[in-house]
């Protein structure tokens, strides 16, 4: 059975940074693309970031985070990263790992539907 288990969520003030990890077991992902979701109070859950299957992967970002996060993965540890750096209130929300439903995509995909296993999500929480 596959599981996804983030971690390294947490309090942090404005301008702070936190490195979020995701942790994938059941299987091996390397052939798949993955991504960072995130959901804040209120609203939908929306793309922050995914990084391709390849050898030297391609990432994307939501013009919201990028230039402040970075994500990337270490096939060996089947785990995944975000790094945050200079946060802001708006980035509160739960953050959610996720795998590409299919292998090998070609190009990386911002929508949730193109994702078909979630993790049970992690809070960041960044006060002004």
């Known amino acids: 059975q596959v599981h996804l288990v983030e971690s390294g969520g947490g309090l942090v003030q404005a301008g702070g940074s936190l490195r979020l990890s995701c942790a994938a077991s059941g299987r091996t992902f390397s052939s798949y693309a993955m991504a960072w979701f995130r959901q804040a109070p209120g609203k939908e859950r929306e793309f922050v970031a995914a990084?391709?299957?390849?050898?030297?992967?391609?990432?994307y970002y939501a013009d919201s985070v990028k230039g402040r996060f970075t994500i990337s993965r270490d096939n060996a540890m089947n785990t995944m990263y975000l790094q945050m750096n200079n946060l802001k209130p708006e980035d509160t929300a739960i953050y959610y790992c996720s795998v590409d439903s299919r292998l090998r995509r070609a190009v990386l995909s911002p929508n949730s539907y193109d994702y078909n296993y979630w993790g049970q999500g992690t809070q960041v929480t960044v006060s002004s």
């Open positions: 990084i391709s299957w390849t050898w030297i992967p391609n990432t």
